[in-house]
């Protein structure tokens, strides 16, 4: 069996569960000093949740500014304070708004866009989850900031009162926002009943697993359904192999010469704001090339 210390697992996490406890399972199961999570799920969402172990969790901000893409429902006629199933109503409707009201207004919100994060959220107000300020009646306003939708698609009525849909976006944005700036929109209400998210980056449903199934495992293995490498996050970043004995010298810290590549490798290396340093088998570090110098800046121990 081919035991591993690092690298990611693409699980999918299930409902009521959330991201952080999903995170202390895996550790605890295995063992591990490092873990994380690239992308917070809400515990009623489930779906793909990136987890990186070992010294790749240095590599989860790449994936963080991945698109990601969802399947959702909304529930037209009712507005809760926390803009999903969990909360308590705070505004009601008669109006359902019909299929075709529906889809022409779905094109306002691709493209960039400003959106106002849900005041039960993780966004810091004054040093303060603004979740804890909501759930002790404080109140606050959320600015808006820019986010981005790729593509926003109706899918299908599941009844009188639930529509589905899928969409591609970016970092920062919020499903539940956008479930009540298109019920308001549609002058009535609506809220999120069910999330499931499908893609997080080169994260996807044909190679993921069961949290369940997960746990079941007595060790992590390159085998394992789900796992992927350090480096298949890193496929836009430029990469550079290097000697043996040069890892060790990278590791501590050193910088080692490049002057031997090419004017043109060089050129292409200097207008990355990121190169990687591989051996043969892995990942040594992240860096970038100054006065043809390979300079590391994450060494993945």
């Known amino acids: 069996m081919n035991l591993i210390t690092k690298g990611w697992i693409s699980v999918n996490k299930p409902i009521n569960l959330s991201s952080s406890e999903t995170v202390l399972r895996i550790k605890k199961k295995f063992r591990l000093s490092k873990v994380g999570?690239?992308?917070?799920?809400?515990?009623?969402?489930?779906?793909?949740?990136?987890?990186?172990?070992?010294?790749?969790?240095?590599?989860?901000?790449?994936?963080?500014?991945?698109?990601?893409?969802?399947?959702?429902?909304?529930?037209?006629?009712?507005?809760?304070?926390?803009?999903?199933?969990e909360g308590k109503v705070i505004s009601e409707s008669n109006k359902i708004p019909?299929?075709?009201?529906?889809?022409?207004?779905?094109?306002?919100?691709?493209?960039?866009?400003?959106?106002?994060?849900?005041?039960?959220?993780?966004i810091k107000v004054d040093g303060k989850r603004a979740y804890r300020l909501s759930k002790q009646n404080v109140d606050f306003d959320l600015p808006k900031r820019m986010v981005c939708v790729y593509s926003l698609n109706y899918l299908n009525n599941i009844n009188d009162c639930e529509s589905s849909f899928n969409i591609e976006c970016g970092k920062g944005f919020y499903i539940r926002s956008f479930a009540r700036d298109l019920g308001s929109r549609l002058s009535t209400f609506g809220h999120i009943t069910s999330l499931e998210r499908v893609k997080v980056g080169i994260f996807n449903n044909k190679n993921t697993i069961l949290l369940d199934d997960l746990?079941?495992?007595?060790?992590?293995?390159?085998?394992?359904?789900?796992?992927?490498p350090s480096a298949v996050v890193l496929d836009d970043i430029p990469a550079?192999?290097?000697?043996?004995?040069?890892?060790?010298?990278?590791?501590?810290?050193?910088?080692i010469n490049v002057s031997f590549l090419s004017d043109l490798t060089l050129k292409k290396f200097n207008s990355k704001k990121y190169v990687y340093a591989k051996n043969k088998y892995e990942v040594v570090a992240l860096g970038f090339i100054k006065n043809n110098f390979f300079v590391p800046k994450k060494v993945l121990n």
């Open 37 to 85: 999570h690239a992308g917070t799920l809400d515990p009623l969402a489930r779906g793909i949740l990136p987890i990186a172990f070992g010294s790749t969790t240095k590599l989860i901000s790449f994936v963080m500014d991945s698109r990601k893409e969802y399947n959702f429902t909304i529930k037209w006629g009712s507005q809760t304070d926390t803009d999903d199933s």
């Open 98 to 122: 019909s299929k075709k009201e529906i889809i022409e207004n779905l094109s306002h919100y691709v493209g960039s866009i400003y959106q106002r994060p849900p005041n039960f959220s993780a």
């Open 215 to 228: 746990l079941k495992i007595s060790h992590l293995s390159s085998h394992i359904k789900g796992y992927y």
């Open 240 to 255: 550079l192999t290097v000697k043996n004995g040069e890892d060790s010298d990278i590791r501590m810290g050193k910088k």
